[in-house]
């Protein structure tokens, strides 16, 4: 399992953080060529953030580019520069279609495979940011494999609705647990959009254990700061690591004696608690591990 708490959006024309950002130790980065980078410098980015993939010194990082939207004449151009130079996964914003996932995918394919990489490498992060995006949440996660994550938008999504982006989020709260169901249904990931206000730790801590509690997988984020708050929030505690051990290590020596169930602290232990207990343990780096 790919731990994905955090995606550390980076600028695509800041050579200094395009090369230290993973020193903050996200789970991922996201290059950004689109939002970050005012038309006149998108040339420039792009050679920037190839030149910057191909050092390759993102330690543990995952890392991605986020394209130009589907919409424009400049996305071709992204993929064709960043696949070959490095990047696992491209980020597209704005997607509305799933013929533009397939359209992608294809494309992804053509550049892998006169790059000499496997055709498949290259994964797809899907931004929906509209409210049409967010209706067709399940067809576009399951139009192409590469798929492995639906993220919400936020003030794009906010201004297709309507209305404001609040403190609270509540205009976003009805998109949120429709696309971790999608996402759920689809067998991808389900990441948030970023908590904007950088110097309100309380309420990116708030935000977070509510889409915590929702079933979401991590974050995009926009400052470091938020990185180690994200990470103590969703990293399980010593004490939910040792619970579900034990469920776990239960559920193998029911299994082992032919019983359907067992008792773990007073409560009847079936599949369900278990594959939440063995989820845990995924979250926190010891998969199948037991004491």
């Not at 938008?153 to 609705?161: K, Q, R, S, V, Y």
């Amino acid at each position: 399992m790919r731990l994905r708490r955090t995606m550390l959006y980076l600028p695509g024309n800041n050579p200094n953080m395009l090369l230290r950002g993973h020193l903050f130790r996200p789970d991922g980065l996201i290059l950004d060529l689109e939002d970050a980078v005012a038309p006149s410098e998108k040339d420039a980015a792009r050679l920037l953030i190839r030149d910057v993939l191909r050092r390759g010194e993102f330690g543990d990082c995952e890392v991605t580019v986020r394209v130009n939207g589907m919409d424009t004449d400049l996305w071709k151009e992204d993929v064709a520069t960043v696949v070959p130079a490095g990047a696992t996964g491209i980020r597209v914003p704005k997607v509305e279609n799933p013929q533009d996932i397939r359209l992608l995918d294809d494309y992804l394919g053509e550049v892998e495979s006169r790059s000499g990489l496997p055709v498949g490498r290259t994964l797809i992060f899907c931004l929906l940011e509209t409210a049409l995006g967010v209706w067709r949440a399940y067809d576009i996660a399951t139009a192409s494999k590469r798929v492995t994550a639906l993220i919400p938008g936020g003030e794009d999504l906010t201004a297709d609705l309507r209305t404001n982006r609040s403190a609270d989020g509540t205009e976003l709260a009805t998109i949120r647990s429709l696309l971790v169901v999608a996402a759920r249904a689809a067998g991808v990931d389900a990441l948030d959009t970023v908590y904007p206000r950088i110097t309100d730790d309380e309420g990116l801590r708030r935000e977070a254990g509510f889409i915590k509690q929702l079933g979401f997988d991590g974050k995009s984020v926009i400052h470091p700061n938020q990185i180690p708050i994200l990470h103590d929030l969703f990293t399980p505690t010593a004490a939910e690591v040792e619970k579900a051990q034990r469920i776990v290590a239960a559920a193998r020596d029911a299994a082992v004696r032919g019983l359907g169930a067992v008792q773990v602290d007073g409560r009847m232990v079936d599949k369900p608690v278990v594959r939440r207990a063995e989820f845990t343990l995924s979250r926190a780096g010891l998969s199948g591990e037991v004491q």
